[in-house]
């Protein structure tokens, strides 16, 4: 069976401060990623996501991913986090019956 | 630009009692789905729905569950007969057809006394 593993479940870091969030996937079959943010009292809204071509994959607000099938990682970053930034963030892979497999979920504290 | 709604945003109910949690997808979506959060956990596959039929359900959705599309609009989770472990939130999701993004929405927070 598929699954995510997201090892850290919080990370705290200064404004304006790098950040990467990690994301380890297990899958046999083709993949389709994604990363999805929880703003505080509000649902699940697509970040980014990886489906083919490009491992590079980038947002509108400055985050990016990079799909790597070796290390079977699709890690979350951004150069320069802002307040607005904080947020639940959640890697997903989807599986081959189209249904998202979350994992745990990294909570991202930027503080000024 | 179009969204996800549910209603209600946060449900109260006792034990044994029966819940409707309500959601609209968004309108030229064909593909339906309903994922829970229990506090602290992961976000969990329920249920997905097509062509008015379930396509898979996951193990959590035993008979006590049951999903419905009773109008072109309104996609539905019943909970038969509740019990403490359902308090979570739960998440309703559509996507439309050849896209594999699944648009969410709010989410209803059930809570169970």
């Known amino acids: 069976a598929q699954s995510v593993t997201q090892l850290d479940s919080q990370v705290p870091v200064f404004e304006e401060a790098p950040v990467e969030l990690r994301c380890n996937y297990s899958s046999s079959v083709s993949v389709y990623l994604f990363w999805y943010v929880q703003y505080p009292n509000q649902g699940l809204q697509l970040l980014l996501k990886y489906l083919s071509g490009s491992t590079l994959v980038e947002s509108i607000n400055g985050f990016e991913a990079e799909f790597n099938k070796s290390q079977t990682s699709f890690h979350l970053r951004k150069p320069s986090v802002h307040i607005s930034d904080t947020a639940e963030y959640f890697c997903a892979v989807m599986d081959s019956s189209y249904k998202l497999i979350f994992g745990s979920g990294t909570r991202l504290l930027v503080r000024p | 630009e179009p969204e996800v709604t549910q209603t209600p945003s946060h449900q109260v109910t006792q034990m044994g009692q029966e819940v409707i949690l309500r959601c609209v997808p968004i309108s030229n979506h064909l593909y339906f789905y309903w994922y829970r959060q229990i506090l602290g956990q992961k976000v969990e596959f329920l249920v997905s729905f097509y062509n008015n039929e379930i396509s898979e359900k996951s193990e959590i959705f035993d008979d006590q569950f049951s999903v419905e599309r009773p109008d072109g609009s309104n996609f539905t989770l019943k909970i038969r007969s509740t019990k403490l472990e359902d308090s979570a939130m739960y998440f309703c999701?559509?996507?439309?057809?050849?896209?594999?993004?699944?648009?969410f929405g709010p989410g209803t927070r059930l809570t169970v006394t």
């Open positions: 999701a559509s996507s439309p057809p050849f896209v594999y993004e699944q648009y």
